[in-house]
């Protein structure tokens, strides 16, 4: 990507626990992918907006969809009202090479599932326990600006096994109070498309206002930008191509 060019950073949420809970409501006035969007327009080569479950196309028509060059996504109540072909364009255009960042319980929404081929299930359990998540890749862009660790005062947690294809790079594995551990922050690349999965975001607890996630967040949308904003074909697109760029001899 051009660094002069913005960053076009599309925040998506089901939105349903804010609406249906007050103690979520009081964390998140705005939604959750408020309190994302706030984080991230701090950054002034991101142009950010969002989008909820409940809009028309759940608020990804093609003309948002096409011009989004990372989505990050909250999802945890309400998966399977996700309409199919919806989550087919998200996996379309992260193949073409839009960036996508997939938050907390959206482990199990249907645009990831179907980039990652598996059910995307770990293990859970909501008691607050504190969460300790290790930085395993100091050098990666993702983790610049963070020390060895840091601390979730209380977090849902997340343990072994999490059922993903072996990720090509993790770069955060977390501790647990009860004693799981479990693989936080990973990295694959499908088609062209960026995808960042991580798990940190229980809509109980005030996460997403914690400096080192907002930091996270802002990293990982750099990361995951794509080279070119405009005009990629998928890499998926295979072209008939008659004229060899050497001659060619035999039969």
């Not at 051009?2 to 949420?13: C, D, E, F, G, S």
């Not at 992260?94 to 482990?107: D, K, P, Q």
């Not at 990666?140 to 993903?164: N, S």
């Not at 802002?218 to 191509?241: K, Q, Y």
Request: proline share 8%; net charge negative; with cysteine.
């Amino acid at each position: 990507m051009n660094p002069t060019q913005q960053i076009r950073v599309t925040v998506w949420n089901e939105y349903r626990h804010e609406k249906q809970d007050p103690a979520v409501a009081s964390l998140y006035p705005q939604g959750i992918h408020g309190a994302i969007a706030d984080c991230l327009k701090t950054q002034p080569d991101f142009k950010v907006s969002v989008a909820t479950q409940d809009e028309p196309e759940h608020g990804l028509p093609d003309s948002i969809l096409n011009s989004t060059d990372i989505l990050l996504w909250w999802a945890h109540l309400a998966h399977h009202e996700v309409k199919d072909d919806i989550a087919e364009k998200v996996y379309r255009r992260v193949m073409e090479g839009m960036g996508f960042i997939v938050l907390h319980s959206a482990n199990s929404a249907k645009p990831f599932r179907k980039l990652m081929g598996t059910s995307g299930a770990a293990r859970w359990r909501e008691m607050g326990e504190k969460a300790r998540l290790w930085v395993t890749a100091p050098a990666h862009p993702i983790t610049e600006g963070l020390g060895d660790y840091f601390e979730i005062p209380h977090e849902e947690m997340y343990g072994e096994y999490f059922d993903v294809p072996t990720p090509e790079q993790v770069i955060f594995i977390s501790w647990f109070q009860g004693g799981d551990v479990f693989r936080s922050g990973c990295c694959w690349q499908r088609g062209r498309g960026k995808i960042f999965y991580f798990q940190p975001g229980h809509e109980t607890y005030p996460v997403y206002h914690q400096k080192e996630i907002q930091r996270v967040l802002i990293n990982a949308v750099r990361w995951a930008a794509p080279m070119a904003s405009d005009g990629c074909r998928p890499i998926t697109e295979f072209l008939h191509t008659p004229v060899p760029l050497d001659p060619v001899t035999g039969g």
